[in-house]
Each structure stands twice: as structure tokens, then as C-alpha cells.
């Protein structure tokens, strides 16, 4: 055999290896997929996102063709295909479909002020949207930075599609599932600076029943109302409120198991690891991803101080009746925020059940965070 037809083949294969081709900035993002990926599988924090999305941050930071966007004679990458999905809003919308046939919004309907509770927490989001422009960020960016905030990721990659804003779509869905997996970390220390122990301590009465009729017009009413107000959040709260109909109706069991299991767990592969794919080091190794970073953190303290404030004012209002650890809820990671309420509400006393009644401000945010990303589009005249 032919030595120099051998030492070519062989210096072939060095030149197509990832080794020869990757920067310092793509091994520092692989280093960054890694600890995410420890973060998820040995400390649990929200596996079922962060463990695609490490792992699409993996995938393109060892083969950045995987998110080659198709035209001028390319195919496109396997990722590329996946991500047109977000940029279309298909998947964040199929993912609410889901979160809404798993969700009870009988809490909800109990306790009707929780809606008021779901509204102060989506203070933070306006805080970082001027927070954003203070920063030098645009009009249109900073309010799809700002819904990190909610601490919702679907609704982060919804709006930043909607409002073009897909240069940011990486470090915002980033870091708002990044935040939505700490919220045990980052929301106690605030809810214990702002509320006292005896306010920790307050017992909250027993939920009202709810009627099967009540769950059942539920979410028709609020499809109504909502959609006739800001027609902009059809998709997102039209498709939370139908995933629920499917669960309440009881004559579409084969649906709301689809919408909640099969359906929901093939979206999150798809959006998680689209999302992480997002993330190669050109992308996100700049200083707007660390404001990004910042401004979302700040969004999603403040959405939490605002939500325990308001419950203070509730507390006061009501004569000691609300437990102001609710109010933290109210941003839309669900049901994560209702189970630090009853954690923290716990840890003051241990007989003290505030789970289903955090769980009120806590879907309420969800439909919160929709409205929100709705007013942006609506201001911004996006349809």
C-alpha cells in the first residue's frame, strides 16, 4: 500500500475531528454542559429540561453543523430542524396544552383573590423590562428578557420568537430554565427576609369544594375573557385551558393522557435540546448573555419580593387569615413555587399545610406570564 496514500487518509481524519476544529470558547461551553448535566442527574434540579438542554449545548459545541440552518444548497442540521419548531411558537404552545391537562385549577377557583397573588409576581418581569433598556438593550429584546422573570421557559422562547428576537432566544430560554430548577435555592432567603415567623406560622382554613361543572367552565370562561381582552395569548393560554378541558371534561380520557404524557415528553426532547443547541460558544460567550443572566435573576427575585409583599397586604387586609409565603408562588414554575411555599411554611411549623393553597397563585402566575408575554405582543403590535 501506498505510505502517502495512507498518511493522507490519516491526516484526513485529524482534520475532521472535533479536537482540530473547536475553540477555547467551545470546551468552555462543553465544561458548562457537563456541570448542567451534574446539576440535573445528581442534584435533580429539573432533569427533565436541563438534561436535554445540557445535552443539546453538548451536541453543538463538538459539532456546530448539527444547527446549520437549511438553503444555499445546505440540508440543515438534525437540531436546526427541531428549532424552527420554537421559532414558530409551535413547541412552547404544545407544552402549556400539557402543563394545563395536568394542572387542578380547583385552588383557583376556591380562592378566586390567588389570581391577585399570580398578578403582583409578574411585577418582576416590567422591573427587568426597564432594567433591560437601562442596559442598552432594545425595546423588543428586553421585554423577552423580562419574561425570565416568570420563571417560565416556554413563554420566554414564545415571545422571543414572536418579537424576532432569536439571536437571545439561547441565553433567555437558558436562563430561565436555569432559574425555573433553583427556585428552592433562590426564592426561601427572600420570603424569610420579607415575612416574620409568626406570619410563617399562620394557618390557613380549608379549601372550599369544588364542583365538576365549576372545573368544566373553568377554563371556557377564561379562554373567553382572556382572549377577548389580548387576543395575542390564544396560543399560549387557548391551548393551557384546552389541555385542561381535556382533563375536567372526562369524555377525552385517551386526549388528556396524550396531551399530558406521550405528547408532552417527545415536546420536551425536542424544545429542550433545540433550545440547548442554541447555546454554541460564539452565541453565548458575550457580555449581553451575562446581562441576560443578570436582568433574569433580578426579574425573578423581584417577582418573588412583590408576590410576598402583596400576600403581606392580604395577610393585613383578611386580619391574619393569608399566609403571605403564598404570594412567592405566584411566579409560574409549577408546581416547584407551591411546594417552597408549604417547605418554608413547614420549617415554621410543621403542622402547617399551605401546599393547595399556594397552588392557586401558583397556576395563576402561569396564566400571569402568558398575559404578560400577550401585553408585550399587543404593545409592540405583534400578532
Known sequence: MDLSYVTNTLSNLLQQTAFKNLTWGNYVMILVACVFLYLAIAKGFEPLLLTPIAFGMLLVNIYPSIMTPFGDGQTGGLLYYFYVLDEWSILPSLIFMGVGAMTDFGPLIANPKSFLLGAAAQFGIFTAYFGAI????????????????????????????????TALLGPIAVAAYSYMSLVPIIQPPIMKLFTTEKERKIKMGQLRPVSKLEKILFPIVVTIVVCMILPTTAPLVGLLMLGNLFKESGVVRQLQETASNALMYIVVILLGTSVGATTSAEAFLNIDTLKIVLLGLIAFAFGTFAGVVFGKLMCWATKGQVNPLIGSAGVSAVPMAAR?????????????????????????????????AGTFMAIFGVF
Open 134 to 165: 437601562a442596559m442598552g438593550f432594545n425595546d423588543k429584546a428586553a421585554a423577552a428578557i423580562s419574561i425570565i422573570g416568570g420563571a417560565d421557559g416556554p413563554t420566554s422562547i414564545f415571545l422571543a420568537g414572536k418579537l424576532g428576537q
Open 340 to 372: 417552597v411555599s408549604q417547605k418554608v411554611g413547614a420549617e415554621a411549623d410543621p403542622t402547617n399545610f399551605l401546599l393547595m393553597h399556594a397552588m392557586g397563585p401558583n397556576v395563576a402566575g402561569v396564566v400571569g406570564t402568558a398575559v404578560a
